[in-house]
T-cell receptor
Framework: SQQGEEDPQALSIQEGENATMNCSYK?????LQWYRQNSGRGLVHLIL?????REKHSGRLRVTLDTSKKSSSLLITASRAADTASYFC???????????FGAGTRLAVHP | NAGVTQTPKFRVLKTGQSMTLLCAQD?????MYWYRQDPGMGLRLIHY???????AKGEVPDGYNVSRLKKQNFLLGLESAAPSQTSVYFC????????????????FGPGTRLLVL
């Protein structure tokens, strides 16, 4: 069974707009990670937030984590057409860096 | 550095045939993983390895076997392929947890598309 569930399943926006994706999970975690997957390619790590952190930034990315609600959000500011991809949250709660992935959000950014 | 590579990129099998997918990494990572990705779903862990000569079951291990004879290689085998194993298979690797904080991310290969008829 999947730990994380992303919302929305699909998101369509115009270039320059902000995109927000949400992730909910079920059990306690060590960290939560966000990955991006371009069509037909492998996943690329974007950002990691630990269970004792509430917010983290990396370039145009902002991630928040609310462990009391077991949820996280990924905000992409000033989106670009090149941001078009699927975005997955993944939680690490066991050992050995094992991850459990959500089903992903498909983001389409239109020029 | 090539990172994580996978061979083959695409394969068509008939039901009952066997095959092996090869994953190689040149980052000296201790941990390696095999996932499958089906339409509309995230990745599900099949098997993983925490070091040379070790393997362990993940979330969906049935119908698959793995081997890690060399640190840089992780093989995924299908002994008797079934249509339900039609999927895209991804390999990933990461540093061991003894490497400390900041080492937890996984590095993914480009994937192998498998079609079982």
């Amino acid at each position: 069974s999947q730990q994380g569930e992303e919302d929305p399943q699909a998101l369509s926006i115009q270039e320059g707009e902000n995109a927000t994706m949400n992730c909910s999970y079920k059990t306690s975690i060590n960290n939560l990670q966000w990955y991006r997957q371009n069509s037909g390619r492998g996943l690329v790590h974007l950002i990691l937030i630990r269970s004792n952190e509430r917010e983290k930034h990396s370039g145009r990315l902002r991630v928040t984590l609310d462990t009391s609600k077991k949820s996280s959000s990924l905000l992409i500011t000033a989106s670009r057409a090149a941001d078009t991809a699927s975005y997955f949250c993944a939680t690490a709660s066991g050992g050995y860096n094992k991850l459990i992935f959500g089903a992903g959000t498909r983001l389409a950014v239109h020029p | 550095n090539a990172g994580v590579t996978q061979t083959p990129k695409f394969r068509v099998l008939k039901t009952g045939q066997s095959m092996t997918l090869l994953c190689a990494q040149d980052m000296n990572h201790e941990y390696m993983y095999w996932y499958r990705q089906d339409p509309g779903m995230g990745l599900r862990l099949i098997h993983y390895s925490v070091g040379e000569g070790t393997t362990a079951k993940g979330e969906v291990p049935d119908g698959y076997n793995v081997s890690r004879l060399k640190k840089q290689n992780f093989l995924l085998g299908l002994e008797s392929a079934a249509p339900s194993q039609t999927s895209v298979y991804f390999c990933a690797s990461s540093y061991s947890t003894s490497g400390g904080l900041g080492q937890e991310t996984q590095y993914f290969g480009p994937g192998t598309r498998l079609l079982v008829l």
